[in-house]
């Protein structure tokens, strides 16, 4: 089993920061892909960025230019800087890991970042 903890969510005003950190624990061996999601109410998850163990990153429109992450493996640990933020970048955001050697998905319970003036 992995466990996954994030933290670093809260309330900040509109264009302010946040940094989100995932740390992961347990049977990590064999984790390739980590990523990070969010979620509002009566809407689906979706896709915020992700990164490979390689390194190779990936964003969704909406955030690009202004959010980024970043890994360090020999901590097991991904993180979210997120720059500029809007109102509309409020959401609970979840930390995902994939673990190819089993093809299975791991979530952590997921962190509220409130945009708000």
């Known amino acids: 089993q992995v466990q996954l903890v994030e933290s670093g969510g809260g309330l900040v005003q509109p264009g302010g920061s946040l940094r989100l950190s995932c740390a992961a624990s347990?049977?990590?061996?064999?984790?390739?892909?980590m990523a990070w999601y969010r979620q509002v109410p009566g809407n689906q998850r979706e896709l915020v960025a992700l990164?490979?163990?390689?390194?190779?990153?990936k964003y969704a429109d909406s955030v690009k230019g202004r959010f980024i992450i970043s890994r360090e493996n020999a901590k097991n640990t991904v993180y979210l800087q997120m720059d500029s933020l809007r109102p509309e970048d409020t959401a609970v955001y979840y930390c995902?890991?994939?673990?190819?050697?089993?093809?299975?998905?791991?979530w952590g319970q997921g962190t509220q970042v409130t945009v708000s003036s």
């Open positions: 995902y890991a994939f673990r190819a050697i089993y093809n299975i998905n791991y």
């Open positions: 347990g049977s990590i061996g064999g984790i390739t892909t």
């Open positions: 990164i490979s163990n390689g390194g190779t990153t």
